[in-house]
């Protein structure tokens, strides 16, 4: 399968569903979708509608804009109020809320803050403007960090002494380990991340299985795929099967890409701990700019607040990452919290489940059901 029209053929779909059907029989099943991406594809074609009740998908927190806690605003807000600084970052960290607004507000009121594409973006504007200080806010799981990395080596290859990193990268398998223990709710399996699986292969995921004895199944980003993952869970389940499996063999290998990680490797190393929004503080959870290369940390560069920074009390972004509850459950979704007034951060974000079902019409349970009769 070359084209996107085949991840789209509508007779393979219904094929798949009704084996889905037959598989799921009268008993219940809950699994997650890790990946923010993977919850745009559900709910842009209608996959929740298509699949049989007992089959329900719930959101996790694959979402790394989501997930950055409003602390960490805060600090690189303040990072971009400093003088002599540009402060780059990607578009989406632009609009996320802080205890002080945003850094579309920060802009506003004077700062240099600029969006990029890329860190390597952020590294040119640090050679072109040698009088400036430029700090890249560093942010997403695995699959970003290669980036970043190859940026941080570049940078010392060029001798560039003006450029630093704010870095809030994430990893994958902690959060799914927190998940996996939250007393308030119970998965039958999971569709595992196809980005960050590029990366880091299929390993990291067998304690899934092994521990916790939950199938997972690392899946592509198209409706077919997600049908069919959905499907390689539910046979596993039947079969008496507890494994990794992956479904998207077309990209993700099962070492992963090992230049990517030996160069992670090489600039970074695990923080003791790194506080999640919603799942509070999680160990070894996140990235910091490993010592040797301490000339590129901004945390080392700046002496920053760091001040814990609570959510708004009418946020609940945090449920709705652990797949708690669904977007429209939370009492502000739609009405005070709309992706043009976000209050939390699952509404800013590309990837946010908020997002997701704000943008196709899941207001409400009700929206929900009639948009579902209607496919």
Same mark, same amino acid.
């Given at each position: 399968?070359?084209?996107?029209?085949?991840?789209?053929?509508?007779?393979?779909?219904?094929?798949?569903?009704?084996?889905?059907?037959?598989?799921? &029989?009268?008993?219940?099943?809950?699994?997650?979708?890790?990946?923010?991406?993977?919850?745009?594809?559900?709910?842009?074609?209608?996959?929740?509608?298509?699949?049989?009740?007992?089959?329900?998908?719930?959101?996790?927190?694959?979402?790394? %804009?989501?997930?950055?806690?409003?602390?960490?605003?805060?600090?690189?807000?303040?990072?971009?109020?400093?003088?002599? %600084?540009?402060?780059?970052?990607?578009?989406?960290?632009?609009?996320?809320?802080?205890?002080?607004?945003?850094?579309?507000?920060?802009?506003?009121? &004077?700062?240099?803050?600029?969006?990029?594409?890329?860190?390597?973006?952020?590294?040119?504007?640090?050679?072109?403007?040698?009088?400036?200080?430029?700090?890249?806010?560093?942010? &997403?799981?695995?699959?970003?960090?290669?980036?970043?990395? %190859?940026?941080?080596?570049?940078?010392?290859?060029?001798?560039?002494?003006?450029?630093?990193?704010?870095?809030?990268?994430?990893?994958?398998?902690?959060?799914?380990?927190?998940?996996?223990?939250?007393?308030?709710?119970?998965?039958?399996?999971?569709?595992?991340?196809?980005?960050?699986?590029?990366?880091?292969?299929?390993?990291?995921?067998?304690?899934?299985?092994?521990?916790?004895?939950?199938?997972?199944?690392?899946?592509?980003?198209?409706?077919?795929?997600?049908?069919?993952?959905?499907?390689?869970?539910?046979?596993?389940?039947?079969?008496?099967?507890?494994?990794?499996?992956?479904?998207?063999?077309?990209?993700?290998?099962?070492?992963?890409?090992?230049?990517?990680?030996?160069?992670?490797?090489?600039?970074?190393?695990?923080?003791?701990?790194?506080?999640?929004?919603?799942?509070?503080?999680?160990?070894?959870?996140?990235?910091?700019?490993?010592?040797?290369?301490?000339?590129?940390?901004?945390?080392?560069?700046?002496?920053?607040?760091?001040?814990?920074?609570?959510?708004?009390?009418?946020?609940?972004?945090?449920?709705?990452?652990?797949?708690?509850?669904?977007?429209?459950?939370?009492?502000?979704?739609?009405?005070?919290?709309?992706?043009?007034?976000?209050?939390?951060?699952?509404?800013?974000?590309?990837?946010?489940?908020?997002?997701?079902?704000?943008?196709?019409?899941?207001?409400?349970?009700?929206?929900?059901?009639?948009?579902?009769?209607?496919?």
């Amino acid at each position: 399968m070359r084209f996107v029209d085949e991840f789209r053929d509508p007779a393979a779909a219904r094929a798949l569903v009704k084996s889905i059907t037959d598989l799921a &029989g009268d008993d219940e099943f809950k699994f997650m979708e890790v990946c923010g991406g993977h919850t745009h594809t559900i709910y842009r074609h209608g996959i929740e509608h298509l699949l049989p009740e007992s089959v329900e998908l719930v959101h996790g927190p694959g979402c790394p %804009v989501c997930v950055i806690p409003m602390g960490r605003i805060d600090d690189a807000m303040w990072l971009a109020e400093r003088p002599g %600084v540009i402060f780059t970052t990607f578009g989406d960290m632009m609009r996320v809320p802080g205890s002080a607004g945003t850094l579309i507000a920060a802009k506003a009121r &004077g700062a240099d803050v600029r969006f990029v594409y890329s860190p390597l973006d952020a590294l040119k504007i640090a050679i072109d403007n040698p009088e400036r200080h430029v700090v890249f806010f560093a942010v &997403g799981f695995e699959t970003t960090a290669p980036s970043t990395a %190859v940026t941080l080596v570049r940078a010392r290859t060029l001798g560039v002494q003006n450029f630093s990193v704010f870095c809030n990268h994430v990893t994958i398998v902690p959060p799914i380990k927190a998940i996996l223990e939250s007393p308030d709710l119970r998965l039958s399996g999971f569709l595992g991340p196809g980005h960050v699986s590029t990366v880091v292969g299929l390993r990291p995921y067998r304690f899934v299985p092994d521990v916790y004895g939950k199938p997972i199944v690392v899946a592509g980003f198209e409706p077919l795929d997600i049908l069919a993952s959905v499907h390689m869970l539910l046979q596993q389940i039947r079969d008496g099967r507890c494994e990794v499996e992956n479904q998207y063999t077309r990209v993700v290998r099962p070492e992963g890409n090992t230049q990517a990680l030996k160069l992670m490797a090489q600039t970074f190393e695990l923080r003791p701990h790194f506080e999640w929004r919603g799942l509070g503080f999680i160990s070894q959870s996140a990235l910091k700019i490993h010592r040797d290369y301490a000339e590129f940390d901004a945390e080392a560069t700046f002496e920053m607040p760091g001040v814990r920074v609570a959510d708004p009390k009418a946020c609940q972004c945090g449920e709705v990452l652990k797949g708690v509850i669904k977007p429209w459950e939370c009492k502000v979704f739609g009405t005070a919290c709309t992706p043009e007034t976000p209050i939390g951060t699952c509404m800013v974000s590309a990837e946010g489940a908020c997002a997701a079902y704000y943008n196709f019409g899941r207001l409400h349970r009700e929206t929900a059901l009639v948009l579902g009769q209607r496919r």
